[in-house]
């Protein structure tokens, strides 16, 4: 019998606030789940996906869970390779990290399988490199925090350095997910082609430098004041429909702060109860509706202290 | 007999490291004293300065430390006026905040006489107003160190919000001031006409909200790694002569970081050690010798903890 594992990779909000590209935190749900067990054929074999409703590749290349696992295995020096079944149990360009918690699900899974010879920081990398595949540029607030869990700062990416940050006991996070489409890769080219004022700057260093202390405090409303992106939030609120209503309706609501999750077109807002969350929540919900028109799906809960780890071990059914 | 009172105000390094125009810390020196004593006459009166080579004005509508005691009579409702005697003990245009510090006196001293009816954001506020007046723009990253001292952290103008950041004991600074001007409006113009592309932005964010982990955790080394600008220092440098020279020997020297201190054309560099920031800045002078051909001056020593600050009592010659 071949030991297999199930993985589960948190979700993640990243370009937090006034931190595009370096500020990310991971959800306690929802996330992905990948299936996955050492085969004696190298490299990766994608079994099955599933919950993608035909979207994703089988391809291993082609597939960020399956580079994320490829990567690692070239990272070990392995001679085994590995056989992958994904289900993807979230929204796909939702903002959430779809990509980013199937990436790390496969490189956690593989290292996980080979008895972890990689450290977390080269996890991480790996992940990215599924990460890339999809983005098309190399960004870890998504892979990182769903990797390592908890709030996650990438000061660098030349030399790759990610650290850790404290994690308010009180902090609450509502997730609202409209039922709309944002590409990334457009996300991406309404902020890459711009160039910015130092009025614009200024206001975000401050504010991601104070994100910072807040955490460290464990100063929810200066957290909450920290969550003011000058720079993307207000070129990216343009793709989703309804976002000055819904994040008028979580302030007044009393969220600490609210913003864009990702790349959109899911928003974020902080709270430091969670029945406040929840309330907010509901209030995010509506107004998508009654401005927008549009459904969604609610998230409420803490930031996940773990990131991509396994939840259960079966045996499996397939021979070798 | 009128009781006339000294202040201190540090010197300060002001965009520190990527934190342009949000980060800055007070010096344990140099710094500017200021006598001053309250008057039946409302209003300010400057009555001398000294140390200037003539430079300042004593009109107190267009002195810096008038301006900010003035603006802290206002605030107080005082039906007095004060006289004042600047001491300026600081190069003026070197980039360690000499308005700043004039500013912060003349705000700390008139305070101090009143029986401190302002709390201390509103004397950084004060002292703001002086600064306008020397810069043109309300900027808060010298004044606000040298009115509360340590490092602190600008998070907004529109509300002004500064937050005081924790101190790393072992926490060493020495700062080069060549013997050269840079024109704080031409180097202010010379970052201010451009825009700057995410690329650029992106590590200065993440950079100085690394700074802020590196104070919370007391991390000298990651302290070092944030001092990384890439928006500001690679324009301003070319301002003053000899800088790659004198960055390169401070790092080859030791130095956990490196950069042009609030405009220039001074130089500061980080260490975690005296006797190590003493060799730094040795090695700094010795550079600019070689390199621009100009004589310089260093300061070693740590952030000051203290802010301006009364540092001796003296009874008032004058009569009223």
Same mark, same amino acid.
């Given at each position: !019998?071949?030991?297999? %594992?199930? *993985?589960?990779?948190?979700?993640? $909000?990243?370009?937090?606030?006034?931190?595009?590209?370096?500020?990310?935190?991971?959800?306690?749900?929802?996330?992905?789940?990948?299936?996955?067990?050492?085969?004696?054929?190298?490299?990766?074999? %994608?079994?099955?996906?599933?919950?993608?409703?035909?979207?994703?590749?089988?391809?291993?290349?082609?597939?960020?869970?399956?580079? /994320?696992?490829?990567?690692?295995?070239?990272?070990?020096?392995?001679?085994?390779?590995?056989?992958?079944?994904?289900?993807?149990? !979230? @929204?796909?360009?939702?903002?959430?990290?779809?990509?980013?918690?199937?990436?790390?699900?496969?490189?956690?899974?593989?290292?996980? +399988?080979?008895?972890?010879?990689?450290?977390? !920081?080269?996890? *991480?990398?790996?992940?990215?490199?599924?990460?890339? #595949?999809? #983005?098309?540029?190399?960004?870890?607030?998504? *892979?990182?925090?769903?990797?390592?869990?908890? %709030?996650?700062?990438?000061?660098?990416?030349?030399?790759?350095?990610?650290?850790?940050?404290?994690?308010?006991?009180?902090?609450?996070?509502?997730?609202?997910? @409209?039922?709309?489409?944002?590409?990334?890769?457009?996300?991406?080219?309404?902020?890459?082609?711009?160039?910015?004022?130092?009025?614009?700057?200024?206001?975000?260093?401050?504010?991601?430098?104070?994100?910072?202390?807040?955490?460290?405090?464990?100063?929810? @409303?200066?957290?909450?004041? &920290?969550?003011?992106?000058?720079?993307?939030?207000?070129?990216?609120?343009? +793709?989703?429909?309804?976002?000055?209503?819904?994040?008028?309706? /979580?302030?007044?609501?009393?969220?600490?702060?609210? &913003?864009?999750?990702? &790349?959109?077109?899911?928003?974020?807002?902080?709270?430091?109860?969670?029945?406040?969350?929840?309330?907010?929540?509901?209030?995010?919900?509506?107004?998508?509706?009654?401005?927008?028109?549009?459904?969604?799906?609610?998230? $409420?809960?803490?930031?996940?202290?773990?990131?991509?780890?396994?939840?259960?071990?079966?045996?499996?059914?397939?021979?070798?």
């Amino acid at each position: !019998m071949n030991r297999r %594992i199930r *993985v589960f990779a948190p979700a993640t $909000v990243a370009n937090l606030g006034p931190g595009f590209d370096v500020l990310g935190l991971a959800l306690s749900r929802p996330g992905d789940e990948l299936e996955a067990e050492l085969s004696d054929r190298p490299g990766v074999e %994608i079994v099955e996906v599933t919950g993608d409703g035909g979207q994703l590749n089988c391809d291993p290349h082609r597939n960020v869970a399956g580079r /994320a696992a490829g990567d690692v295995l070239r990272r070990a020096n392995a001679r085994q390779g590995v056989r992958l079944w994904l289900h993807k149990q !979230m @929204p796909l360009a939702s903002g959430l990290g779809s990509s980013g918690a199937s990436s790390a699900a496969g490189a956690v899974a593989v290292n996980e +399988l080979l008895g972890r010879p990689l450290a977390q !920081m080269d996890v *991480v990398l790996s992940a990215m490199e599924g990460e890339r #595949s999809a #983005s098309g540029t190399p960004h870890a607030d998504n *892979v990182a925090p769903s990797v390592m869990g908890g %709030i996650v700062l990438i000061r660098s990416y030349e030399p790759f350095e990610a650290i850790a940050l404290p994690v308010p006991e009180r902090l609450h996070i509502a997730v609202v997910h @409209p039922h709309c489409k944002v590409s990334t890769s457009e996300a991406r080219r309404l902020v890459k082609e711009r160039t910015y004022s130092l009025d614009l700057i200024v206001p975000n260093i401050g504010n991601a430098a104070t994100l910072v202390a807040a955490l460290y405090r464990g100063d929810l @409303p200066l957290l909450g004041r &920290s969550i003011d992106d000058r720079i993307i939030e207000p070129l990216r609120a343009t +793709l989703i429909p309804g976002f000055a209503s819904v994040k008028a309706a /979580a302030l007044d609501c009393g969220a600490l702060g609210c &913003s864009i999750a990702g &790349s959109g077109p899911s928003i974020f807002a902080l709270s430091d109860d969670h029945a406040a969350a929840q309330k907010i929540g509901d209030a995010m919900q509506a107004a998508f509706r009654t401005a927008a028109g549009l459904a969604s799906d609610l998230y $409420v809960g803490k930031v996940s202290a773990d990131g991509a780890r396994v939840v259960e071990h079966a045996a499996s059914s397939i021979a070798r």
